[in-house]
């Protein structure tokens, strides 16, 4: 399988790097962006197939970065996949309401995570959101 580009968008650089790890032993280019208005900035100019977003990161939330991408014309249809350590439990509604594909709760699994981050990158950015559990 060729690999996918894709975003990490996390200020932890603990859960980068183990993010990162995972995905590019599949084959993936990773990324990484360690604040949200980073992650709008590679987004726009990297156009990854994917933005993997953590919710708390400094320089505005990954809330903010997930609304400014869905609303950028040049950003729109690349899939977001929020994770969090929140224990909103209104957030995944939340995030999906402003065109998350998928929220997942840390800690996760990773090896569960990267199957079904592949799997959103292969319907793209057409299907409707589906509800993922990576626990």
Known sequence: MSGYKILIADDD???????????????HAVSI????????MFAVKQQPNLVLLDVNMPA???LGALKKLKASEKTSSIPVVVISG????????????DGARAYFKKPVDLEKLC????ELMRQGPEKAAPTLSAK
């Open 86 to 97: 929140s224990s909103d439990m209104t957030l995944p509604a939340t995030v999906r309401a």
């Open 13 to 27: 650089p603990m859960m980068a790097s183990l993010l990162s790890a995972a995905l590019t032993t599949r084959g």
């Open 60 to 62: 505005g939330t990954g």
């Open 33 to 40: 962006a360690k604040d949200a208005m980073q992650a709008v």
């Open 115 to 118: 199957v079904q981050l592949e």
